[in-house]
């Protein structure tokens, strides 16, 4: 099947997933919709661009450590091996592979003033590994905002008060299963939890997990820092993560709302019927 009547085929049906998050995101989402040659770029290009559903939300420039197409798995959209159902699949190799994109405000998310967000990503990792999903830190320089790790094989989240020098952190129980494609997400509201990790909800396919949440009376806020967020590892390039996240409308998300369970368990319903799972 030739390049443009795979992609065409499958990027026929995105309009509609676009819709669904929407309906759910929300104004203020910024998606990394990777393998959407239309809008985000070329998947040889040195960067891409995010995309963003109203004037609230943001399109970031992302940088990915080279290529997507120069991945150890070549990300080439003329493969059926690199689809899952109608979405793109970008393979990490674990090692130096990862994105980025510049400071912005919009990803810090004052919690002293209750400002809340919401991030997720359909993932598919091997064994019990530990490694960044999504994060905004740097240790050096006292650089860290958020963090969402697979840690030991199980979710793992904290926020950072670098004038106190504390963190707050929920850890999920129960490890994620690995080899399988899941939609992880994370919630968190102050208001929810007193400035506290209480306020953070772990979801994996639809439905919350259960979780430890680890808080610090000695914790007010997150600080506006500038390290830049990342996907697929953190501090400055470590902590790779190995395994595969899907692309286009699936691609990882960042809103600046605390998603509801039955938003979470609607977005999930929603985009796996592309997926076949």
């Known amino acids: 099947m030739s390049f443009n009547s795979l992609y065409l085929k499958n990027a026929a049906t995105w309009p509609s997933y676009y819709l669904s998050l929407q309906n ?14 239309g809008s985000a770029g070329k998947v040889n290009a040195a960067t891409f661009a995010g995309r963003k559903f109203h004037s609230s939300g943001l399109s970031p420039t992302w940088t990915p450590s080279e290529a997507l197409s120069a991945f150890d798995t070549p990300f080439d959209l003329t493969l059926e091996s690199n689809w899952l159902g109608y979405a793109p699949i970008l ?33 598919k990792f091997s064994g019990t590994e530990s490694a960044a999903i999504f994060n905004k830190q740097i240790s050096s320089g006292n650089n860290r905002e ?7 094989g199980k979710q793992d989240w904290w926020q950072r008060d670098e004038s106190a020098g504390v963190s707050i952190n929920l850890l999920a129980d129960a490890v994620t299963t690995p080899d399988v494609w899941h939609l992880v997400v994370v919630t968190y509201d102050a208001a929810g ?21 680890t808080n610090n009376g000695s914790y007010v806020a997150m600080e506006n820092k500038t390290a830049p967020p990342t996907i697929g590892s953190h501090n400055g ?31 999930y319903e929603d985009m796996r019927l592309g997926l076949g799972i």
């Open 24 to 37: 759910e995101l929300g104004a203020t989402a910024s998606v990394v919709d990777f393998g959407n040659q």
């Open 91 to 123: 393979t990490l190799n674990g090692s130096d592979e990862d994105m980025d994109t510049p400071d912005a405000n919009y990803w810090t998310r004052d919690d002293s003033g209750s400002n809340p967000y919401s991030m997720g990503m359909w993932i």
């Open 146 to 152: 958020w963090n969402w790790n697979i840690m030991n």
């Open 193 to 213: 939890g007193s400035s506290a990790a209480d306020g953070a909800t772990f979801y994996t396919d639809g439905a919350a997990i259960a979780s430890t949440a």
């Open 237 to 267: 390039g470590h902590n790779f993560f190995e395994g595969g996240i899907l692309g286009g409308p699936w691609g990882p998300w960042f809103t600046q709302i605390e998603l509801t369970a039955a938003q979470v368990k609607n977005l």
